[in-house]
């Protein structure tokens, strides 16, 4: 995270579980019946100018959303997200049987003794036996270890967040010890990595804190501690698009329909691919890119995805989702191998009560996180609260995950959410960030709803932000969406100087509420490149005050100004989910 620049708060609103979900698609795979339909392919055109402005009390369709029907993958200001979220934004999680009561492997509800070797031998004997529900009884459970969720299929069950409490009370350096940064400096990793809930594959967990406790900081994502461990499956044989289903492949041999692999785009000399994730504006020709030497570390891009079908005869190979950028020959597009990610596991019906300590200063948190979500795919967290957190819910490198009415709540935290190291495709819907109980100690920050580090396609729906902001932490993220929230815009931002740009590409703010006015990281018209700013509240600039990364114009859309009550549709991201 390195060097914040300050930021905002966010308020916002309404629950409500969205209704059902089927996937769009010119040239859409037809997956399950519950998955995927195909529909007319999209029509040329697009966006350009700015829209026209809502009148308070008139819900009115968007020019916007009305452009965006007619080219869904290929619209300049928004990204297609209709397929976020677990097995591509399914509204229900499977409710496995119940294969273990932690209660039999000796947790005691009563707070008297450490219930964690219980819980993690519990979860351990559900994983190899193929998954099931581990049951945790209502009560409190003290817990003196990271509990760890290294399985496929394995969902640990309290009996809701009100009912079933696991009670924390050592952080993660006493835990796994001191972690530093793989970039310098004095700063704690973990204060913005790791949870004392820890969904991730073991064998990754495992080189993780083998690394960390050798002192050699590791890259976090889908490709190992040194981005090596991969072998290339096949090449393209020639370019794509972004938004293409389909591409043609050297050699398809090796795909078979249901793989889960990656997507890898190498930058070149002229670090046009960062330029493309910029949306290739006028201004990214001058930009200085070569000195951000973090940001230049997050290439190549990479870009977990499943293949739903195979034609060998022609080559070619369809995705269960369209391509997020063009896949041009510079940058030698290919699919690899990736790390055995963990998939169809869960955590539900908890609250995660960390033991109350003060805040600690900028970029020293100790670790007592909530829950991580670390190289897991088709994952999710329900009705959990995380209570006296340094960091909240973290997704680092974590693919089509789903977090549904979450809550940040007690002293305050660093990032309450957080989505990085090339995280794609996740959704956080339902969620709040509760005001603090106590003052910020004086040297600590406040972000809120942060992406960073080239994550992308990543929805934040339906929240109530009582404090906070929306933390785009540099990194160049890119097309992000945030719909139906309301927010007291107080937090703010961070990112090194280093990490490059704020935003890239497609970042679209729908059907926003600030209630305290604030501009910053909300109203972003005049920052972000291709953005669309759609239904916010009335704001004007005061406290961080951010200026263009990219000069010249940035072809960024706003409309329904100051009305966000007149917007229509309401939820950017339901309304492409229910395209049909």
């Known amino acids: 995270m390195g060097t914040e620049i300050g930021r905002r708060q966010l308020l916002g609103g ?16 037809l997956l399950t019946a519950t998955d995927a339909a195909a529909v007319a392919p999209p029509t040329p055109g697009g966006a350009r100018t700015s829209g026209g402005t809502g009148t308070s009390g008139e819900a009115r369709t968007s020019a916007l959303w009305r452009e965006f029907r007619a080219r869904p993958y290929t619209h300049p200001q928004i990204p297609y997200v209709g397929r976020a979220g677990y097995l591509g934004g399914r509204t229900s999680f499977p409710r496995l049987p119940v294969v ?13 003794a450490d219930a964690a070797p219980a819980i993690n031998r519990a979860i351990v004997a559900a994983g190899r036996r193929g998954g099931g529900t581990v049951l945790v009884p209502p009560g409190t459970y003290r817990v003196d270890d990271v509990i760890r969720l290294g399985y496929d299929n394995v969902v640990l069950r309290g ?48 080189s993780l804190t083998d690394a960390i406790r050798a002192q050699a900081w590791p890259f976090e994502g889908w490709t190992g501690n040194r981005r090596d461990e991969w072998h290339t499956l096949t090449d393209f044989a020639a370019p794509a698009r972004r938004g293409d289903w389909t591409v043609t492949v050297e050699d398809p041999s090796a795909l078979r329909r249901g793989d889960r692999v990656l997507l890898q785009l190498t930058d070149d000399d002229a670090h046009s691919l960062l330029a493309h994730m910029a949306g290739d504006v006028e201004g990214a020709a001058d930009y200085v890119w070569a000195d951000k030497t973090k940001l230049t570390s997050y290439v190549p891009y990479e870009w977990p995805c499943r293949v739903v079908a195979v034609d060998r005869r022609r080559r070619r190979v369809t995705l269960d989702r369209p391509l997020p950028l063009d896949a041009r020959s510079a940058w030698k597009p290919r699919f690899t191998t990736l790390v055995r ?77 957080c989505c990085r190291e090339g995280s794609h495709d996740n959704l956080v819907e339902d969620f709040v960030l509760a005001q603090r109980t106590v003052p910020a100690p004086a040297g600590t920050q ?54 490059g740009p704020l935003y890239g590409a497609r970042f679209a703010h729908w059907n926003v509420t600030v209630t305290n006015q604030r501009a910053g990281c909300v109203r972003i018209d005049d920052i972000a490149p291709y953005s669309a700013t759609v239904g916010i509240s009335e704001v004007r600039q005061f406290g961080q005050i951010d200026v263009p990364d990219f000069t010249g114009p940035l072809h960024s859309r706003i409309e329904s100004y100051g009305h966000p009550e007149a917007v229509h549709p309401r939820n950017l991201y339901e309304a492409q989910r229910a395209l049909h």
């Open 341 to 417: 990610p963990v998939t169809g596991s869960g955590v539900e019906g908890i609250t995660l009560d960390v033991v109350e300590t003060p805040q600690s200063q900028h970029l020293l948190d100790k670790g007592y996180n909530g829950v991580a979500l670390q190289c897991a795919w088709d994952c999710w967290v329900d009705d959990v609260t995380v209570n006296n957190v340094d960091n909240g819910f973290l997704l680092v490198a974590a693919k089509a995950c789903t977090l549904r009415r979450t809550r940040v709540t007690g002293r305050g935290s660093h990032h309450p959410y």
């Open 14 to 29: 309404a629950m409500g579980l969205a209704a059902g979900a089927t996937l769009l698609g010119a040239g859409a795979p």
């Open 100 to 112: 273990a009561d932690v209660r039999a492997f000796g947790a005691r509800p009563d707070g008297s």
């Open 159 to 206: 009996a809701g967040s009100g009912r079933t409490t696991l009670h924390a009370t050592r952080n993660l350096t006493e835990l796994i010890g001191p972690y530093g940064s793989r970039y310098g400096g004095n700063k704690s990793s973990w204060s913005w990595a790791g949870g004392l809930i820890w969904i991730c594959p073991d064998a990754r967990w495992r």
């Open 446 to 499: 406040l972000h809120g709803i942060n992406v960073e580090g080239l994550s992308s396609y990543n929805v934040w729906s339906r929240g109530r932000m009582e404090m906070g902001t929306f933390d785009t932490h540099r990194g160049m993220p890119f097309a992000n969406v945030r719909t139906e929230i309301t927010v007291d815009n107080t937090g703010s931002h961070g990112g090194d100087a280093s990490a």
